[in-house]
């Protein structure tokens, strides 16, 4: 499937850098009038770039034997491979184009890790069946690279030969990358050293903390709406707050959680004057 509209003067109110084309999500974005946010601009040069890619304000410009072809496949390939990864812009390109220019893809190279996980996303984001055999028994693939993404526990989709490591669903996947203020955080290791000062401290002193913090949070939150409650109302909140999980969420569990915040029953059905 060929892509057009590749050297617009302006993409997302920016304008395109001189001798440039729009490549990977930028590209697949324009080419096919996505309506979501491209959050990391990118463009590939007419000519070579020292390093093989620079920072041009919001763009970042490769180098030009990074060109892909100017197609579905070839920028879809470009994005996984060069960019990070943009579950809603892949939703939406998966919504925008027919199924079958994707199963062209994966029938073009069936055994391939870059059609493999096409295909996975594919199916996994849309909830759609491809018409296609299952994958043949060959290496799998991560479907996200994890030294680059923080990800789940391993779950191998057999039908795609790819390891599905994501941390959600296709209804709602967060994507957290590794970077460097994140490993830097982990390297400290805070729970350990949380753990060491719980440990060397009395468990009344814990107590009085949690609920001075507790008490604290529950303000901030009621501030974020302009709102200064008394402090009985804070305390409700504050237990509405601790109570809430320790059961299934249904209506009951709503009524039960709301009688706590409100402090009596007249929010609920049957004690409403109308």
């Excluded at 027919?98 to 069936?110: F, G, L, M, N």
């Excluded at 069946?129 to 994958?135: E, K």
């Excluded at 814990?206 to 507790?214: E, K, N, P, Q």
């Excluded at 305390?235 to 509405?240: D, K, L």
Aim: charged share 25%; net charge neutral.
């Amino acid at each position: 499937m060929q892509l057009h509209n590749l050297r617009p003067d302006f993409f997302q109110d920016e304008p395109l850098p001189e001798a440039t084309s729009l490549v990977g999500w930028s590209a697949l974005a324009c080419s096919l009038g996505i309506r979501a946010p491209v959050r990391n601009l990118a463009c590939v040069s007419e000519r070579h770039v020292r390093g093989n890619r620079r920072e041009d304000g919001p763009w970042t410009v490769f180098d030009k034997r990074y060109l892909p072809e100017d197609t579905l496949e070839g920028h879809l390939n470009f994005a996984l491979k060069h960019e990070n990864i943009d579950l809603l812009i892949l939703k939406r390109v998966f919504e925008a184009v027919p199924s079958q220019s994707i199963e062209d893809t994966v029938k073009a190279t069936p055994t391939g890790a870059f059609s493999r996980r096409i295909w996975f996303f594919f199916e996994t984001l849309t909830g759609n069946t491809l018409a296609l055999d299952d994958a043949q028994s060959v290496t799998a693939v991560p479907a996200l690279d994890p030294k680059l993404y923080f990800t789940g526990r391993e779950k191998l989709s057999q039908r795609h030969r790819v390891c599905d490591n994501l941390l959600g669903t296709g209804a709602l996947c967060p994507v957290i990358r590794r970077t460097e203020k994140l490993e830097k955080l982990i390297a400290l290791d805070l729970a350990s050293k949380a753990q060491a000062t719980i440990g060397k401290t009395g468990s009344n002193v814990v107590a009085r903390a949690a609920s001075f913090l507790l008490l604290a949070d529950s303000r901030a939150s009621f501030e974020i709406e302009g709102e200064r409650p008394p402090v009985n109302r804070l305390e409700r909140w504050g237990r509405a707050v601790l109570e809430a999980g320790k059961r299934p969420l249904n209506q009951t569990e709503i009524y039960r959680l709301h009688r706590i915040l409100i402090g009596d029953d007249r929010l609920t059905p049957g004690h409403l004057d109308f």
